[in-house]
């Protein structure tokens, strides 16, 4: 198993400006996710992040808005960018063990003021 | 502290065999329930979001329903392509995403 501690929980942002969210897991796993679930819609994968290689984006998602970072095979940060009303949301990190197993954190709530 | 317990942990059924999968949750103020199905190497695939008691809802051979403390995904007629592992995850007032542990389904031909 693993376990996935994400920070913050929650924050309350200006537009125009930028948040990073950090996750870290408790065991080395190779696959990170990253996934926003905005009010009312389904969890929509923004990233997959593997180590050592650059984020493979999802349509509608681009490095310049949503950077992500993959330094080591425990931890992994998405910055929202120049943020708007509209990029508040749930963001949740995932990771996947043995390609059969997937855990989560307890997600970001971010809200753009 | 909001919890998500899923049954059973594996299930194995033969094909045409229907069964229910079940999501026990406790929760401070619920703002809603989800049901992923989630194929190895992929993530999770939406299927249903469930907001209060009695609501059900359909796709194909799947049905979800929802009481105050639980809820179903009933499959009906499975077939081999609906293998998978089936996640419930909810979404509280006090607090943001638990998922549950999940389901892993095997349908055999």
């Known amino acids: 198993s693993a376990v996935i501690s994400q920070k913050p929980s929650r924050d309350i942002c200006q537009r125009g400006t930028s948040l990073t969210i950090q996750c870290q897991v408790d065991?080395?796993?190779?696959?990170m996710f990253w996934y926003r679930q905005q009010p009312g819609q389904s969890l929509t994968l923004i990233a997959t992040?593997?180590?050592?290689?650059?984020?493979?984006?999802e349509s509608g998602f681009v490095i310049d808005k949503f950077p992500i970072s993959r330094p080591n095979l425990t931890f992994s940060t998405l910055t929202v960018s120049n943020m708007s009303p509209e990029d508040s949301s749930i963001y949740l990190c995932?990771?996947?063990?043995?390609?059969?197993?997937?855990?989560f954190g307890q997600g970001t709530r971010l809200t753009v003021v | 502290e909001d919890q998500v317990t899923q049954s059973p942990e594996a299930l194995r059924l033969q094909e045409g065999e229907s069964s229910s999968l079940n999501c026990s949750y406790t929760?401070?103020?619920?703002?809603?329930l989800f049901w992923y199905r989630q194929d190895p190497g992929k993530g999770p695939e939406f299927l249903f979001t469930?907001?209060?008691a009695g609501e059900e809802k359909e796709k194909e051979r799947l049905k979800a329903t929802l009481t105050k403390k639980e809820s179903f995904l009933h499959i009906t007629a499975p077939k081999p392509e609906d293998s998978a592992t089936y996640l419930c995850a909810v979404e509280g007032y006090g607090q943001n995403f638990v998922f549950g542990p999940g389901t892993r389904l095997s349908v055999l031909p």
């Open positions: 469930l907001y209060s």
């Open positions: 065991s080395q796993v190779t696959m």
């Open positions: 995932s990771v996947e063990i043995d390609s059969t197993e997937a855990f």
């Open positions: 929760v401070s103020g619920l703002r809603g």
């Open positions: 992040a593997n180590q050592g290689s650059e984020a493979t984006y």
